[in-house]
């Protein structure tokens, strides 16, 4: 946050000097749009800046996690809980002809119920192995850059295709409830928190009774930062070289859809 608003600060004192003419005339700064020093002595800028309001919905679709974990959608088992997500954030954007530098800074809403995850990929098939998962005030605050590349097909309307990296801080937690294993048991593999409350009954029963297993970001488990992947294809529509609504999906780590509302100057 405070680096978007130190970046525009610094290139807002710098007024913008009209972009080559050989792009579209939305993209031309005119000169009263950036005022006009008549002594010639002020250096102008060659690129545009956009400060704007982002929001998207982001998903992971079914067919994509039945290979990994159990969709359990018979009715005999707990579903497995969906995962989907929202994001609300700010972004400051750099832009010259076809080049655009896209920095952002956004609060991600994971909005994942509490649910039982029986993991596919373990070999076996014992549907009561799996684990509850519950998040408690979970929540990610990511920080990116992408580049877009922008083709311009009318003088209020272009296309962008781009990429680019962030790094998502995880807040809260996720508590996990463990499927209850015999002490005993040689195999056995779960250091649960609270035998005495159901040593061997599935987790998907445990959570009723028993306290949670593990803490799966206080733990360690799951590290503290994430890493996000950004491929984006959208769409800009530029409103009188003042401002531009951009929509767009493709990949924020998960599949998404949304847009983005935008100031020029």
Not at 65 to 79: G, K, N, R
Not at 190 to 211: F, I, K, M, W
Not at 243 to 258: D, K, N, P, V
Request: net charge negative.
């Amino acid at each position: 946050m405070l680096f978007l608003l130190a970046a525009t600060t610094t290139f807002a004192a710098t007024p913008a000097e009209p972009l080559p003419s050989a792009l579209s005339p939305a993209l031309r700064l005119a000169d009263e749009a950036v005022g006009t020093d008549a002594s010639g002595g002020t250096k102008r800028r060659s690129f545009l800046m956009e400060v704007g309001f982002r929001g998207r919905y982001m998903t992971v679709p079914g067919d994509i996690l039945d290979p990994f974990v159990s969709a359990h959608d018979d009715d005999e088992y707990p579903a497995r809980p969906e995962i989907n997500a929202y994001t609300l954030g700010l972004e400051f954007v750099i832009k010259e002809k076809s080049a655009n530098g896209i920095f952002y800074v956004e609060y991600l809403n994971p909005m994942i119920e509490a649910g039982y995850w029986d993991d596919a990929d373990r070999g076996s098939p014992d549907p009561d192995d799996g684990s509850w998962v519950e998040p408690v005030n979970f929540a990610v605050i990511t920080l990116g850059a992408d580049y877009a590349y922008e083709l311009h097909a009318t003088n209020w309307l272009s296309f962008l295709f781009g990429a680019g990296l962030g790094a998502g801080i995880v807040l809260g937690d996720l508590y996990e409830w463990q499927p209850g294993e015999d002490p005993s048991d040689p195999e056995a593999n779960n250091n649960n928190y609270d035998q005495s409350c159901g040593v061997l009954a599935p987790a998907y029963e445990r959570v009723e009774t028993c306290h949670h297993d593990a803490e799966l970001v206080a733990d360690g488990d799951m590290p503290p930062v994430i890493p996000m992947v950004d491929i984006n294809v959208g769409v800009r529509f530029n409103i009188s070289n003042r401002a531009s609504i951009r929509l767009e999906g493709g990949l924020h780590s998960m599949f998404y859809g949304g847009g983005a509302v935008s100031v020029v100057f």
